[in-house]
């Protein structure tokens, strides 16, 4: 910290400046000024997103790299403009700095913010630096746009509606429960091990999914990421849509490692899965008859048929191997109170 004394908040903001490479084409004006300038284009809406990360609550320096925890910062914030059909245009971040970390570690937390910005194309506009007596305070403002016909929302699912979701579920919450118990011996390759913690401190949003779907003319009646477990994001669509659902407990997509670790471990694997937060992929919903299109767009993706709506509000149930449906109790995942 004592670089960072020395180069004060706003030699800090310019040595950061310089480091940060990534462009978008809506920001007119960026770092600099007071505001951040940005220009809409065409016939779009603007969407805003924040999320707050809390050194102890949401992750720990312990285990994580700070340009790990960068790439992280911006992606979760991508997530949610993924849900919304949208496209991520420009970045604002604050940053409570306690004494503790040296001017090396921001450096490198810029440095995974710069990649996460390249990758998604998002320019880091401007921000807010304050001291912070204990903890790395990190806070994300993402802007985006949507066509305003294609925004997506939680309402709108039917009764018929399929259930379908991108990628594979409880990786991240199988990740997070290794690095807890690191000093444990798992049963499990090494490859694999590494494979689900990687995907909890480096999740990738599915943007590129979610512009496909936005680009389509199919007709998606709901859509949300998975942030805090799959029960309890599809929760929020039933809730908002005022309709029910069942998920077919042999459908949900688990990855090889994520079957491996728990098989070999005797863990409950549908648990993670059903109630495992971050792993940042898709739930959306569409009429039956937009199926075979939805399948053929995704050709070379992991998507999944997952279940149907229902038309009882606010009920989740479970189909199990024998068909019979066992209704969900907990239908709620993380919860910060």
């Not at 949507?146 to 919450?173: E, K, P, W």
């Not at 994520?258 to 937060?277: C, D, P, T, Y």
Request: overall charge positive.
């Amino acid at each position: 910290m004592n670089d960072l004394k020395k180069l004060g908040e706003f030699g800090f903001i310019g040595n950061i400046q310089k480091q940060l490479k990534a462009r978008s084409p809506h920001v007119l004006t960026g770092i600099g000024d007071d505001c951040a300038v940005l220009s809409p284009s065409g016939k779009k809406q603007l969407i805003v997103t924040t999320d707050a990360l809390i050194e102890g609550v949401h992750f720990d320096l312990a285990w994580t790299s700070p340009s790990a925890l960068g790439e992280k910062a911006i992606a979760v914030n991508v997530s949610d403009i993924s849900a919304m059909g949208g496209e991520p245009t420009a970045a604002l971040i604050s940053l409570g700095i306690p004494a503790k970390l040296p001017l090396k570690f921001l450096q490198q937390f810029y440095k995974g913010i710069d990649s996460a910005c390249k990758q998604y194309n998002i320019e880091l506009c401007g921000g807010d630096t304050v001291a912070s007596k204990k903890d790395l305070f990190i806070n994300i403002v993402l802007l985006g746009q949507t066509n305003a016909s294609r925004t997506f929302y939680r309402t709108g699912a039917q009764t018929g509606d399929l259930i379908y979701v991108t990628g594979t579920l409880g990786d991240s919450a199988l990740g997070l429960k290794l690095l807890k118990s690191r000093r444990k011996k798992w049963n499990a390759k090494e490859s694999d091990l590494k494979f689900l913690i990687k995907k909890h401190l480096q999740p990738t949003a599915r943007l590129k999914e979610s512009r496909v779907l936005a680009l389509s003319a199919l007709k998606i009646t709901a859509m949300i990421d998975v942030s805090d477990g799959l029960v309890q994001d599809l929760h929020h669509i039933c809730q908002s849509s005022k309709v029910g659902a069942v998920l077919n407990l042999q459908s949900l997509p688990r990855s090889k490692a994520f079957q491996r670790v728990s098989s070999f471990n005797k863990l409950n694997a549908n648990e993670l899965a059903f109630h495992g937060g971050e792993d940042y992929e898709l739930v959306f919903t569409l009429p039956p008859q937009d199926a075979k299109k939805m399948e053929k767009l995704f050709q070379k993706s992991q998507i999944s048929l997952i279940g149907e709506i229902l038309p009882t509000p606010d009920s989740i149930f479970i189909k199990e191997a024998d068909g019979k449906l066992k209704p969900v109790k907990k239908l709620q995942g993380y919860q910060h109170f």
